[in-house]
């Protein structure tokens, strides 16, 4: 599977809430950034992707734009749901991530820290 591939399913193995996939294509020891921020471990992702989808209705992935690199990928999509005040999440968000023999090592996250305000609240 080329990498390209694997963001593919990663995302959709997030948006779908299915652990055993995330767990299936990331290293029991991977660490993802958001904004340069603390790194969270995978047992830490995927609480904070049960969290969210708790709060967030319809929560998807969409627009996806992503290419393969050498050492990874680098995906820019849309974060897209609806708010429990019934306001519309949509983020811009860039990811870039490295992968080593098939499975997601690093994940780097970039969005608008302003538009995820409504999502912080709901989190919180």
Known sequence: MDNAEIAKQLFAALAGQDEAAVRHLCAPDMRVRQNNGR???L???LRFNAAVGRVVTDFRYED???SATATGFVEEHAVRGTLPDGKALELAVCVVASVKDGRVTDVREYLDSAASAGLAAALA
Request: charged share 20%.
């Open 43 to 45: 047992e830490t992702l």
């Open 39 to 41: 790194p969270m471990s």
């Open 64 to 66: 996806a734009v992503r």
